[in-house]
């Protein structure tokens, strides 16, 4: 068919893992070590270069501070670079930008003049830190398959603190500690006294000693060839990657890297927005970016302790060199232990807040000195520390997707490149000595454990390469040149000859755009939002322009999205042409009050009314609802400001379905309630409040006779809800649904509810603590028509009420039991076995369902299990076993949830022949061969 070839075009990506990966990996390593070893020249030798340069602490730590704060202010430009330039032109630019930085410091080493370019080399050099420092997630994204995408981000990413180890082992190697004569001088006076001491040598009381440095000359070449070093080493990593460095593989390694990313704007706002980014992130640049503004001026730290300026040296090298090392074997076991990220950062975490607290200890002399133990603690430290920063990176990517890596790292660096710069702005202050830096690095650690105990973890990018395996030649590892070459070739033939095959059909068929099918271009259309289908897409093709009139169309339009002055005026006149078709209508009210603002309109069609906001000047716009939407039966808005004006305005219509959520006064809420009981023909009522007392929810129960479906939200937990108002319900209550989820009703709360409301069919009281097996009994005794159940995260109760509710609802579809603590298999077994209706349901985090659920399987072979979605997160002790035996089983399932199921890794189809043949019989949606496991 023509519509089948047009809506099918587009293949899935074949997936290709290249070899010169590993050529690109390295270019780009090569310029992280070169570009943080620049960085780091004049910490190892801050002795010699105060020496030379005629500098001091302070000095040291500003050209230092200056790369931080260039990096500060141009990383979000060098992401934007990255996103829509290509990895390719931000990595050449950058390169060449470290080539420049290091060439500015070979001009000359007059303090007059050295001191300012040093200064200018230390910002140029920061601006090229830009791609090397929020590059490595995104460059692992886009060359390296999942099982090495870790391992990648630690090689890329640790190859930046490489640089530091190497600034410690180069510099000290080349540049030697200044020496300095010391001679005793007397001072001129005509009278010299002289004195007996008690050793009886004679002294004099009128001398001092003169020091003067003896190496100068030869500490200045040394310092230049330095220089001359590392601009050659500049000059290697800026024609390299100038020659070969593209800016992806041909085709993806992986099915998350040809996933389209958020775009640019939307993905800061939702960046600035991101809790849980920011607390990954605060948690990865605090501790690591005051330890690498450590790490820069080590030399300064322990020079007071009596650490030379080569010792120090070394200390530092060992200590980044192990942790370098540690961090790719940490991630190596990351990528092989899915899903662990957050447990081995607080554990890393840990043992390095340990290591520098026993460093710190030394430093001060409250425990016994040692030179051996200064090494042992800063190399433990730094092991720990380094180690941790692939695992961070990867993990802020997993957070934040699908916002792109590169954006997501630069967020990151950002927030590093602040705290390092705000550590070396406080060497500024006059007098302020060295012993407060240790224990601001041990304060720093501490803070980011208290931030990874609150974040909370999540792999949505990991989630999306978990799939399905049918074969191994999907996937696959091109070793040879040639054959990749012979591969594209191929590929390129293929692609060209479908084009002309389908081009060749299109001729035969005369179609064109004009006169494709009104169904065809209808679902063309229907991918793009009502905004710019009311604004724009009616002048691209008259078809759509005269299709666009007909009134089943426009039975629903959303136009909650953000307009300016000029398209509302537009939405004004084109809204008009289809306001007689609406049936609904999800707007912002501004946008109404725009439309109302010179004409008396209505939709007289219109039925159900969505509102995201309302305020003051709204009020009056809805003030006519009776003229505006004569036949509206369904409202929902969010409100806080003269909520009592709004929904006694709507009061004169026949409304059955009113849903509010307020987040203001108790008070205000109070009297708006009360003009519910005006709208006669009331069926359901939705609240989302922040507490409900007795006095009205008995009102609500009492008053409103037509009353249907009554559920109550609640932003607090534990909501004090009396026994007493469910007095108020009358016998043979027409109630079919309640919710009643986060409060304290009773036991003798379900009763009075089971007694009153025999014909409910849903029910909520998820999160309800007082609840327990007793109040299960009584809805189980006297509801016996229950479609719908929701017991989640009820502590009391046992694997009983699963027994009774197997037992007694016949006619149960969808069943909510998670977190229920002693829920077993046994009791979720006769739930399959005795609920044949049953269609959803949720076990997620139920501690006691483990891999032996619906074994032996000969027992099942023969009963019908309708079900269709289950979740079975949260749950260790689930594997891929019991998900494949369920996919088995259940021959109409369209869904399993299976996120934070560390057990599970992949369901392998291709190990047992009857399963793939069941699977291809059935056609679930969710398990076709081709598609993604859905682990939401």
Same mark, same amino acid.
């Given at each position: 068919?023509?519509?089948? @070839?047009?809506?099918?075009?587009? =293949?899935?990506?074949?997936? $290709?893992?290249?070899?010169?990966?590993?050529?690109?990996?390295?270019?780009?390593?090569?310029?992280?070590?070169?570009?943080?070893?620049?960085?780091?020249?004049?910490?190892?030798?801050?002795?010699?270069?105060?020496?030379?340069?005629?500098?001091?602490?302070?000095?040291?730590?500003?050209? *230092?501070n200056c790369s931080n704060i260039s990096t500060l202010f141009t990383v979000f430009l060098a992401s934007y670079f990255m996103d829509y330039k290509g990895l390719r032109i931000s990595a050449v630019l950058c390169s060449g930008l470290i080539f420049a930085a290091a060439g500015l410091r070979c001009i000359t080493s007059d303090p007059e003049y050295a001191t300012g370019l040093m200064y200018t080399s230390a910002i140029v050099n920061g601006l090229a830190g830009t791609t090397f420092f929020s590059g490595p997630p995104l460059l692992a994204s886009l060359w390296f398959p999942l099982n090495q995408r870790t391992t990648a981000t630690a090689i890329s990413s640790l190859c930046i603190y490489a640089g530091l180890a190497g600034g410690f082992l180069i510099g000290p190697q080349l540049v030697s500690a200044p020496i300095y004569n010391t001679t005793v001088r007397y001072l001129k006076s005509d009278v010299v006294t002289p004195m007996v001491n008690e050793s009886s040598t004679m002294s004099y009381q009128n001398t001092y000693n003169e020091t003067a440095l003896i190496n100068f000359e030869e500490l200045r070449n040394q310092v230049m060839w330095l220089m001359y070093v590392e601009c050659i080493a500049a000059a290697i990593g800026f024609l390299a990657i100038l020659l070969y460095f593209p800016d992806k593989p041909p085709s993806p390694p992986s099915n998350s890297a040809n996933e389209k990313r958020i775009e640019y704007k939307k993905a800061i706002c939702q960046i600035i927005r991101h809790g849980p980014l920011w607390l990954i992130s605060i948690a990865f640049a605090l501790p690591i970016g005051v330890y690498a503004a450590w790490g820069a001026?080590?030399?300064?730290?322990?020079?007071?302790? /009596?650490?030379?300026?080569?010792?120090?040296?070394?200390?530092?090298?060992? *200590?980044?060199? /192990?942790?370098?090392? *540690?961090?790719?074997?940490?991630?190596?076991?990351?990528? &092989? %232990?899915?899903?662990?990220?957050k447990l081995f950062l607080i554990c890393l975490y840990m043992c390095g807040g340990a290591s520098f607290v026993w460093f710190t200890l030394v430093c001060d002399k409250i425990v016994p000195y040692s030179t051996a133990q200064l090494y042992i603690s800063s190399i433990a430290g730094g092991i720990f520390l380094n180690g941790t920063i692939p695992l961070f990176y990867e993990l802020s990517c997993e957070t934040s997707y699908p916002i792109a890596e590169g954006i997501t790292g630069a %967020?990151?660096?950002?927030l590093d490149s602040i705290f390092g710069v705000l550590f070396?702005?406080? +060497?500024?202050?006059?007098?302020?000595?060295t012993s407060w830096m240790n224990w601001c690095l041990v304060g720093s650690i501490g803070a980011g454990i208290l931030v990874l105990f609150i974040f909370r973890e999540s792999y949505r990018r990991t989630d999306l390469d978990i799939t399905i395996v049918v074969q191994s030649s999907d996937c696959v590892d091109k070793n040879d040149e040639d054959f990749n070459k012979q591969e594209q070739v191929d590929a390129d033939l293929i692609d060209k000859r479908i084009i002309c095959a389908e081009n060749e059909e299109l001729q035969k068929n005369q179609v064109d755009m004009e006169e494709l099918p009104d169904d065809i271009i209808l679902e063309i259309f229907s991918f793009l939002p009502h905004k710019f289908l009311l604004l724009n897409v009616r002048t691209v093709c008259r078809r759509w322009y005269?299709?666009? !009139?007909?009134?089943?169309?426009?039975?629903?339009?959303?136009?909650?999205?953000?307009?300016?002055?000029?398209?509302?005026?537009?939405?004004?006149?084109?809204?008009?042409?289809?306001?007689?078709?609406?049936?609904?209508? =999800? $707007?912002?009210?501004r946008l109404l009050q725009t439309i109302f603002k010179n004409d008396i309109w209505q939709f007289l069609t219109l039925k159900i009314l969505h509102l995201n906001s309302l305020c003051r000047t709204?009020?009056?716009?809805?003030?006519?609802p009776n003229l505006r939407y004569p036949r509206l039966e369904k409202v929902y808005f969010s409100s806080s400001l003269d909520n009592?004006?709004?929904?006694?305005?709507?009061? /004169?219509?026949?409304?059955?379905? %009113?849903?509010?959520?307020?987040?203001?006064?108790?008070? !205000?809420?109070?009297?708006?309630?009360?003009? +519910?009981?005006?709208?006669?023909?009331?069926?359901?009522?939705?609240?989302?409040?922040?507490?409900?007392?007795?006095?009205?929810?008995?009102?609500?129960?009492?008053?409103?006779?037509?009353?249907?479906?009554?559920?109550?939200?609640?932003?607090?937990? @534990?909501?004090?809800?009396?026994?007493? *108002? %469910? &007095?108020?319900?009358?016998?043979?209550?027409?109630?079919?649904?309640?919710?009643?989820?986060?409060?304290?009703?009773?036991?003798?709360?379900?009763?009075?509810?089971?007694?009153?409301?025999?014909? +409910?069919?849903?029910?909520?009281?998820?999160?309800?603590f007082n609840i327990t097996d007793v109040g299960i009994r009584h809805l189980a005794m006297n509801c016996i028509n229950l479609e719908n159940l929701n017991i989640g995260n009820i502590p009391n109760l046992t694997n009983c009420t699963v027994q009774l509710v197997s037992n007694k609802f016949k006619r149960l579809k969808v069943l909510n039991i998670k977190q229920c603590m002693g829920m077993e298999n046994i009791g979720i077994a006769n739930v399959f076995k005795k609920c044949s209706m049953l269609i959803t349901l949720d076990v997620s985090f139920c501690p006691k369902v483990n891999s032996h659920l619906l074994l032996p399987e000969k027992i099942w072979t023969n009963v019908p299990l309708k079900l269709r979605e289950i979740n079975l997160s949260g749950n260790n002790n689930i594997t891929s076993e019991v998900a494949f035996r369920?996919?088995?089983?259940?021959?109409?399932?369209?869904?399993?949830?299976?996120?934070?199921?560390?057990?599970? !890794?992949?369901?392998?189809?291709?190990? @047992?022949?009857?399963a793939v043949s069941t699977i291809l019989d059935t056609g679930k949606q969710s398990f076709c061969l081709h598609k993604r496991l859905h682990a939401l």
């Open positions: 068919m023509v519509r089948s @070839n047009l809506l099918n075009k587009k =293949k899935p990506p074949r997936i $290709v893992i290249y070899t010169r990966r590993w050529w690109i990996l390295l270019l780009f390593s090569f310029n992280c070590i070169t570009q943080t070893i620049i960085w780091n020249t004049w910490g190892p030798i801050a002795q010699s270069a105060k020496a030379v340069f005629l500098w001091n602490d302070a000095t040291v730590g500003m050209i *230092a001026i080590l030399d300064v730290i322990l020079h007071p302790v /009596g650490v030379s300026q080569e010792e120090a040296g070394w200390i530092g090298f060992y *200590a980044t060199v /192990g942790g370098c090392i *540690a961090g790719v074997v940490i991630a190596r076991f990351s990528d &092989l %232990f899915l899903r662990h990220m %967020f990151s660096t950002m070396l702005f406080v +060497l500024q202050i006059p007098s302020i000595g005269s299709l666009s !009139q007909s009134a089943d169309l426009w039975q629903t339009v959303d136009l909650t999205l953000d307009f300016n002055q000029t398209e509302k005026q537009a939405m004004v006149s084109n809204l008009k042409r289809v306001q007689d078709h609406v049936k609904i209508l =999800k $707007v912002d009210p709204t009020v009056s716009v809805l003030g006519e009592k004006l709004v929904l006694s305005a709507f009061s /004169g219509l026949k409304l059955d379905t %009113f849903e509010w959520k307020y987040n203001g006064p108790f008070q !205000q809420f109070r009297e708006s309630i009360l003009a +519910l009981e005006k709208m006669d023909n009331l069926q359901k009522v939705r609240l989302h409040v922040n507490g409900l007392d007795n006095e009205l929810l008995s009102y609500l129960l009492k008053n409103c006779h037509t009353l249907h479906s009554l559920e109550l939200y609640f932003f607090n937990v @534990n909501v004090k809800i009396d026994n007493d *108002a %469910f &007095l108020s319900l009358t016998d043979n209550c027409s109630l079919t649904e309640l919710g009643l989820p986060t409060t304290s009703i009773t036991d003798e709360s379900l009763y009075h509810i089971s007694k009153t409301c025999p014909f +409910l069919k849903l029910i909520n009281i998820s999160n309800c369920i996919i088995k089983l259940c021959s109409c399932l369209q869904s399993v949830a299976l996120a934070s199921c560390p057990s599970i !890794q992949s369901i392998d189809t291709t190990s @047992n022949k009857l």
